[in-house]
């Protein structure tokens, strides 16, 4: 017989059960703690209401995939929002206006397998809501049911008040966003600051009251003075989401990237944005660090590999013509 065609060993049925168990503990790509039942109760519109009431600031960051909304779940985030920010976060476009519904789709299911205790709103992307209020509504099904988000976001004040109507009648929650809506960015002359003029900000307040009246449950109000905002947000029944907009509001949000300071050194930042990290200089350091140690074969060292029994590899060692120091046979 050679020496290779020795009879292989069926594994018991028991080991059989085992393996699959073992096999997940030991892989590289096993999930990130999605098997783990929620540490909090889940956050709900009610639950959204009560903060309201209570004047309770909201606590609102994005989320783009499966590892941003696990930590954002875990850290106790009231609200994860699934921003057609990810267009330039995640899929390195120049803004949002290039991210197709299928892509946010795509990311709302990562985010939703990520967020199990959050309330989770979707945004939707340009051309996808605008043609008609049968359109919307269209979209927001689908990304209610594909994209597993409780709710969705659109951008627009007054003029978005029957489409909102049309959504929310069909039981379909709406955050609305008022102020600077950066998908109309080209209309406003680029990124700028909203209601800094009388006219401005009344014009803002009428938005604001408008997509109150058509159902939204909130709105996010981008980009204006903090006094306004404060004057607005007064005059509501429902909760403002502020970025960009003071301390008035009853809720904040922000992109998680630009605040973990996840992006090289030199990138643009809006003013309002506050770093409370510096995850890219860690991730630089560590990558760093692990690409010296495999060029120097410090990586792995022996607590990063797996054992065999010594006479199973004398065996080895033997079938194949190696000796124990490690030289061929003659």
């Not at 209401?49 to 004047?55: D, T, W």
């Not at 039981?171 to 960015?185: D, K």
């Not at 760093?288 to 060029?295: M, N, P, S």
Request: some cysteine; hydrophobic content about 40%.
């Amino acid at each position: 017989m050679r020496p290779f065609s020795r009879p292989i060993a069926r594994p018991s049925a028991q080991a059989r059960l085992l393996q699959p168990m073992q096999s997940l503990r030991q892989s590289s790509h096993s999930p990130l703690g999605s098997s783990s039942l929620p540490t909090r109760k889940k956050v709900t519109l009610p639950t959204i209401m009560s903060l309201y009431r209570k004047n309770e600031p909201i606590t609102v960051i994005t989320a783009h995939d499966f590892p941003s909304a696990h930590v954002a779940d875990q850290a106790g985030m009231d609200i994860v929002l699934v921003g057609d920010s990810l267009a330039m976060v995640a899929l390195g476009m120049d803004d949002t206006s290039e991210v197709l519904m299928e892509e946010m789709l795509l990311h709302c299911r990562s985010v939703a397998r990520g967020a199990k205790s959050a309330f989770i709103v979707g945004d939707l992307p340009m051309g996808t809501y605008e043609i008609s209020p049968d359109q919307a509504l269209a979209s927001a099904i689908t990304m209610i049911k594909t994209g597993r988000v409780h709710a969705i976001k659109l951008e627009g004040g007054a003029d978005m008040a029957p489409t909102i109507k049309k959504i929310t009648s069909a039981g379909i929650p709406v955050l609305a966003h008022v102020g600077l809506t950066p998908q109309r960015q080209n209309s406003l002359g680029g990124f700028r600051v909203q209601g800094k003029t009388t006219a401005s900000a009344l014009k803002l307040l009428d938005d604001a009251i408008a997509v109150q009246e058509a159902g939204a449950f909130a709105m996010v109000v981008e980009a204006v003075p903090a006094e306004i905002a404060t004057l607005v947000t007064k005059k509501l029944r429902v909760p403002t989401i502020g970025i960009g907009a003071g301390n008035g509001c009853s809720g904040q949000v922000l992109v998680q990237v630009d605040m973990l300071g996840n992006f090289p050194p030199g990138r643009f930042l809006p003013k309002f944005v506050k770093k409370y990290g510096d995850v890219w200089g860690e991730a630089s350091r560590a990558i760093a660090l692990y690409k010296e140690e495999v060029k120097s074969r410090v990586y792995p060292a022996i607590e990063h590999t797996y054992p065999m029994p010594k006479e199973e590899l004398a065996e080895f060692r033997r079938l194949i013509g190696e000796e124990i120091g490690g030289g061929e046979k003659e």
